[in-house]
């Protein structure tokens, strides 16, 4: 009798963190998502039933520890070592999902808030002049959630997708998928800004070189492999 299952660790692993939603949410970790509210904001098709047993499970395997914050119900989610000791599988499975699997991915497997807030996050604010700007991206080939809000002070970036009333920088015009192609370094951004796919209105400083501040994945450097 074959029981290579029952003792192989490979499988024991990917019981503990081959659920999509679990690593989804330790990817949230690694980029620094502490609460509850941080999950829910970066993961918008995650139902809050799903979210909360994740967690309970994540804990239970001691991937993480749960610090209820004193005198309140709610609390902060942090890594232990074990959960620590991923980053380095996890980043070599999304670099080996856009070597191999990149012909795979398709529109529908861009979410527009979880874009958002993967391309708010990345925005290389080290290169914007000192002070506040307010960047507005829209999306034009979205039937909602069609506005976005990109509010900069110094290092600090925050996201709204509801008008925060505030003047605005500049304004980024694209359709979804244009702008993921360029952000996951599919095309180039000159070339879409050329082509009109991107439009840049607003603050003639950031027009001139968008490329020193426009939000790129971690992975842009990734390139597909030759199959």
């Known amino acids: ?65 749960h610090k209820i914050d004193t005198g309140k ?34 529109d529908v497997d861009i979410d527009t808030g979880s874009f958002m807030w993967d391309f708010h996050r990345t925005l290389n604010t080290e290169q914007l002049p000192e002070g506040e700007h307010v960047f ?11 506005k976005w809000w990109l509010i900069v002070s110094n290092s600090s970036v925050d996201l709204c997708n509801e008008d925060p009333g505030y003047d605005v920088t500049l304004y980024i015009t694209s359709t979804l ?14 070339k879409q800004i050329h082509n009109g796919h991107i439009k840049l209105t607003g603050n003639r400083h950031l027009q001139k070189h968008p490329e020193h501040w426009f939000p790129f994945s971690r992975y842009v450097d990734v390139q597909a492999a030759n199959t």
């Open 73 to 106: 119900n709610r609390g902060k989610y942090y890594l232990t070592q074990s959960g620590k000791e991923l980053a380095p599988i996890m980043d070599q499975l999304a670099r080996w999902g856009l070597r191999w699997a990149r012909d795979q991915l398709s």
């Open 136 to 146: 507005c991206v829209l999306l034009i080939d979205q039937t909602e959630a069609t």
């Open 177 to 190: 998928t244009d702008l993921a192609k360029v952000w996951m370094g599919e095309e180039k951004l000159s």
């Open 1 to 65: 009798m074959n029981k290579f299952g029952s003792l192989c660790p490979t499988l024991k692993a990917s019981d503990i963190v081959g659920d999509k939603w679990t690593l989804l949410i330790l990817r949230e970790l690694f980029m620094g998502a502490h609460r509850y509210s941080d999950f829910q904001h970066a993961l918008p098709r995650i139902s809050p039933t799903v979210l909360s047993n994740r967690l309970k499970t994540m804990e239970t395997n001691s991937l993480i520890i």
